[in-house]
Structures are given as C-alpha cells and as structure tokens.
C-alpha cells in the first residue's frame, strides 16, 4: 500500500525538487570547490539548504496527494478495516451507512490539513535573498 502511495505521489515531490535544482545557482558549489570542499560537503552544505524549500513543499504535496488517494488503495491494498483503510475509503464507507460519522472522519482530515497548512505557512518563503 505505502509503494502505491508512492508511486502516486512521487511526481509532486520529484516535479519540486527539480525545479528547486534548476533554480539554484551553481557558481555556489563551484565557489565551494575552490576553497576545497569535496563533492559532497558542497553538496551537503551549499545545495542541500538552497533546495530545502522544495524539498520541504514537495513533501507536503506529496504527503496530501498520498492523504486523499483513493483509487491506489482500493485497487493495489484492498480496504481491510484495521490493515488497510485509510480515512478517505472510512470516509466513502461511513458515507453509506452512518452519515454523521463520515461528516466526523472529514472533519478529522480538515483540521490535521489545516493544521500542518498552519504550520508550514510561511516557512519557506521568508528567508534571506542571496
């Protein structure tokens, strides 16, 4: 089930570190080499904090696209209560017989999006200019 999520998700994650690489300056890293920096502490000191903010807003899209999946679940993971289910097929489940409880499980979903919004706003896009 987590591979399904994956695959499903990996595009918003890849998408924004690619263009987090893209627009990262790589005079950075060469500046970096000439004062003796191996590959990897450039990369580890120079590259990995400029593209941290997409690293960072990837895996947030990533990990809400994966929240709301449905259709991977149902069709690679099944929708075993306890195993399986995830709150979106609890959610469609509840809807059929117990329409309060899936209003409950939506609103469940809403606070934690609205709440891990909340903590990310604002993290990535105030920083200083180089």
């Known amino acids: 089930m987590v591979v399904a999520e994956a695959f499903v998700a990996m595009p918003f994650l890849v998408l924004s570190v690619e ?3 893209r627009g990262s300056d790589s005079r950075y890293e060469e500046a970096a080499a000439t004062l003796g920096a191996s590959r990897f502490t450039a990369f580890r000191r120079v590259t990995l904090p ?6 960072g807003a990837g895996a947030v899209l990533a990990w809400a696209r994966a929240l709301g999946e449905f259709g991977a679940t149902i069709t690679f993971a099944g929708d075993f209560p306890g195993t399986t289910q995830t709150m979106p097929l609890a959610v469609y489940l509840a809807l059929e017989n117990d329409p309060d409880a899936a209003i409950a499980l939506s609103v469940v979903l809403l606070v934690v999006s609205v709440l891990v919004l909340a903590g990310l706003r604002g993290r990535w896009t105030t920083g200083s200019a180089a």
């Open 50 to 55: 400029l593209v941290a903010p997409g690293i």
């Open 19 to 21: 263009g987090a690489l």
